[in-house]
């Protein structure tokens, strides 16, 4: 009998130490959304391997995903209603006794499909959910209503790529105020603003507080098919006196460089100079078709901070007044023009105070989406809802910023010379800051 008891007494140590095992749960680090053309994809990333089962519910049209022995924390809660696409209208989720609930809001009739991923690099286990609807190759004639072909079009993606994270708290300034949880706040409040816009759709790089390496940042870009990437840091310096916001695009110099390093990689480089593959291109002829792409992508970029400097004017100090160029490794995607906004000086007292007052964050992203928006409705993207709305509608109206010309608001909205002097009859090329002019249909 004492032998049996002494062996159970060494042994309950380690029946408490497996139940603990079982008992702890796994976290949810992280939910990221990917649109690809028919199909938007969601990971679910996991600090440790778990089952999940799926299953689909319709009246209305939804998919329900159950994870067990799963938990979730606030950060990545607080970055859900940032989670849409052109079918998924948005995520909810529930704790439940043995896990969580997530259950994807759709606008209609999806193909699901999950699979377990493991661990790679930075990631931890992923739960891999894949929405794919409609058929892209579907040659048949159908009468449609306007409203329906409106349906059809694709939102201008934006990327919001908030900087640093997870162990890497990027500037630490005054008032204990962290570089990483200030973008991370002005990125999930830039995201809100511009899904709020009909047509474009903002996805967050990271929406919790983790660490995402430089070039996984502008994978995600491209995964998701954006239109353009806003990467968004907080300066800081050796003088506290320096202050101000800024906004950079690419340098001709980090353009060469990154030139190289595709032009090295030339079975991943198809999709860099529209859909041309580089592979059976000599040397020469390879490097001429990518340096018309990056400078198209930079003059992009600019164009778009320019919008973006001139909003921002209105709520914060501007370090520059022109769009500042340098050799970023996040701006140098060759097919996504990038800009990569500084919210302002943390290491500046008054900065600091400003970036830590949410309602000043509020202002900052309004008028970083205000700039976004301005771009997009001047010059939308073929084949997007704006474009096709700009055309059904016979044009817009733009109010003339300081430094534009007529000559470079016609270019900039891809319409002749001749055709806005008509619309507004003008007899000259002479316009003023805050004049109105109507935008004649594409």
Do not use: C
């Not at 990221?32 to 209305?60: C, I, K, Y």
């Not at 894949?130 to 934006?158: C, F, H, M, P």
């Not at 890497?168 to 300034?173: C, H, I």
């Not at 007529?406 to 619309?423: F, H, M, P, T, Y």
């Amino acid at each position: 009998m004492y032998k049996k008891f002494f062996s159970l007494y060494w042994l309950l140590p380690v029946l408490f130490l497996a139940l603990s095992a079982v008992a702890q749960a796994a976290q949810v680090k992280d939910i990221r959304v990917a649109q690809q053309p028919g199909a938007t994809r969601l990971v679910f990333e996991l600090d440790s391997s778990v089952s999940h089962r799926m299953f689909p519910l319709s009246n209305p049209d939804r998919i329900v995903l159950d994870v067990s022995n799963t938990d979730i924390s606030q950060d990545v809660v607080n970055g859900l209603s940032a989670l849409s696409s052109d079918v998924l209208m948005r995520v909810r989720y529930a704790k439940r006794e043995n896990g969580m609930r997530f259950v994807l809001d759709l606008n209609k009739k999806v193909k699901a499909k999950t699979s377990e991923l493991g661990a790679a690099g930075e990631y931890g286990p992923r739960i891999l959910v894949e929405l794919e609807y409609g058929t892209q190759n579907n040659t048949a004639a159908v009468v449609k209503s306007l409203a329906s072909i409106s349906d059809e079009k694709r939102d201008v993606v934006v990327v919001i790529d908030p900087g640093h994270g997870g162990k890497d708290p990027g500037a630490l300034g005054q008032y204990k105020v962290r570089e990483k949880d200030i973008v991370l706040s002005i990125g999930r409040e830039l995201a809100k603003r511009l899904n709020a816009i009909q047509g474009i759709k903002a996805v967050l790089t990271r929406s919790t507080d983790e660490y995402l390496q430089l070039r996984d940042r502008s994978r995600i870009a491209r995964e998701a098919n954006a239109d353009l990437m806003i990467s968004i840091h907080a300066d800081a310096f050796t003088k506290p006196s320096a202050r101000g916001a800024s906004v950079w695009a690419l340098s001709l110099s980090g353009k060469t460089s990154e030139m190289g390093r595709w032009l090295a990689q030339q079975e991943q480089a198809a999709d860099l100079v529209g859909g041309i593959s580089l592979d059976d291109k000599d040397q020469l002829l390879a490097e001429v078709l990518l340096d018309m792409s990056m400078n198209s992508t930079i003059q992009m970029s600019l164009d778009i901070g320019n919008k973006v400097l001139r909003e921002m004017k209105g709520v914060a100090v501007l370090h520059k007044n022109s769009v500042q160029q340098a050799g970023f490794v996040v701006l140098k995607s060759p097919d996504i023009p990038s800009i990569l906004v500084e919210t302002g000086f943390v290491s500046n007292k008054t900065e600091a105070k400003n970036l830590s007052s949410l309602t000043y964050r509020r202002k900052l992203a309004a008028s970083i989406a205000n700039g976004v928006e301005d771009f997009f409705f001047s010059n939308p993207p073929d084949g997007t809802y704006i474009a096709w709305r700009k055309n059904q509608t016979g044009g817009y109206t733009y109010t003339v910023s300081k430094g534009d010309t007529l000559s470079e608001i016609a270019r900039r909205n891809g319409v002749s010379l001749d055709s806005l002097r008509s619309a507004n009859t003008l007899r000259n090329d002479v316009i003023w800051v805050g004049q109105k002019l109507s935008i004649p249909a594409g």
